[in-house]
């Protein structure tokens, strides 16, 4: 190494320790000189100290005989880090102790702006930066991440963590090479779709679902309808042991991914043509997980299930030409529920309108029907009406 790549890197190593320094003596910046362990300085000379460290030892570590020689360097550099790591812990420590806190944070950025600076001197500088960054990222929003860690629940912890297994453990044991007798579905491609659809709203994930090519969308359906039944078993000990952590955050044993539950709402919000292809071939693979997913599906005639208070809250919501339309679709049980559930004036208006209709394609039916679905799902989700579909897993 030339003494111009030296200064370069030592430079480097100086700007790393800039940058987190800037970070920590803004975040102690009302504490009076003299009352902190690390401000910028500090951290400033710790990284450029890294990178001083490095270049004495690198001439040690990089002879090619080895040896004696390396094994100095490798001293000479370890020394400095446990050196430093020594003097930072206990001025840290010091410091909590004047201010009545309990904190590691300072001491542990202090050895990672030396580390980085020795890194600096033979490693990536791009990687050594990027690092940096990160580091000054993270201290820089305490807040957010601690505010972020105060409202997740553990549903939703244990749901990151099914997801982590899934994409880490999972994922890389699935054949990535087409299968089937064409050879168009690939197991791979079809999981990460279903992880990532599975985390989407139901209405976002039908839209993306309608875009894919048929042959992979009952395979994808399945997928996240048995996603709430993964148990890896390598988060078995872990999930007990962050439960018992996390007392009082619920006992909640099946994640809140996916599921037949999550199936069937993303069902719901596709076209109806849409929806019959994919259960049939749901059913023909799983006729259990078919039937499971059936019945959680919230259709039209579940509303004659609804009570007349939700019924009349829901009509006021939903315009009348679609209404009509819906009715052209609807049986004798249901056109009677709507009509007591009107003033005598408009259902004998809307019986009119009715009679005098002329034919109307089924696709347009259905699609008004689906609309009244949505706003009924809608309003249930605001607590305005109580539903009582199949399975009364909508309230």
């Known amino acids: 190494m030339d003494i111009q790549e030296l200064i370069s890197r030592l430079a480097v190593a100086l700007g790393i320790g800039l940058l987190i320094g800037l970070e920590r003596g803004w975040r102690r910046r009302q504490v009076s000189p003299g009352g902190r362990a690390a401000g910028i300085r ?15 030892a690198q001439p040690l570590l990089s002879q090619a005989s080895g040896g004696a020689a390396s094994a100095a360097g490798s001293i000479v550099l370890g020394f400095g880090f446990a050196a430093y790591a020594a003097v930072i812990t206990v001025f840290t420590r010091d410091e909590n102790r004047a201010a009545g806190a309990f904190s590691a944070t300072t001491a542990i950025a202090g050895m990672l702006t030396f580390a980085l600076g020795a890194y600096a001197l033979f ?44 994409t880490f453990l999972g994922l890389p044991i699935m054949p990535n090479n087409p299968i089937g007798p064409f050879g168009g579905v690939n197991p791979r491609e079809v999981w990460i779709i279903a992880i990532v659809l599975a985390y989407l709203e139901a209405d976002q994930a039908a839209e993306v679902l309608s875009c894919l090519p048929a042959n992979m969308r009952s395979d994808i359906m399945v997928r996240i309808a048995t996603l709430d039944g993964v148990q890896p078993s390598a988060l078995s000990e872990l999930d007990d042991i962050m439960e018992k952590t996390f007392a009082g955050k619920g006992t909640t044993r099946t994640s809140a991914l996916g599921g ?24 023909q693979t799983d006729e259990a997980l078919g039937s499971r997913i059936q019945d959680l599906i919230f259709v039209f005639d579940n509303l004659l299930e609804i009570d007349d208070r939700s019924m009349q809250e829901l009509l006021r919501q939903v315009a009348s030409d679609k209404l009509l339309l819906a009715m052209k679709g609807a049986d004798d049980a249901m056109k009677e529920k709507i009509f007591k559930n009107m003033s005598q004036r408009a259902a004998e208006m809307l019986k009119d309108d009715l009679e005098s209709k002329g034919p109307v394609k089924i696709s347009e039916v259905e699609g008004a029907q689906k609309e009244i679905l949505q706003t009924a799902r809608k309003l249930a989700e605001a607590g305005t009406i109580q539903l009582a579909g199949k399975g009364d897993e909508y309230v």
């Open 42 to 56: 500090t951290f400033a000379i710790s990284g450029l100290l890294g990178g001083v460290i490095a270049a004495l």
């Open 260 to 283: 037949a539950k999550a199936a069937a709402e993303i069902i719901n919000n596709l076209e109806p043509s849409q929806e019959g292809v994919i259960m049939e071939q749901i059913t």
């Open 123 to 166: 490693g990536d500088l791009r990687i050594a930066v990027g690092a940096a960054i990160a580091a000054a990222g993270v201290l820089a929003f305490r807040e957010e991440l601690h505010g972020w860690v105060e409202k997740i629940t553990w549903p939703e912890l244990q749901s990151g963590l099914v997801l982590l297994a899934m």
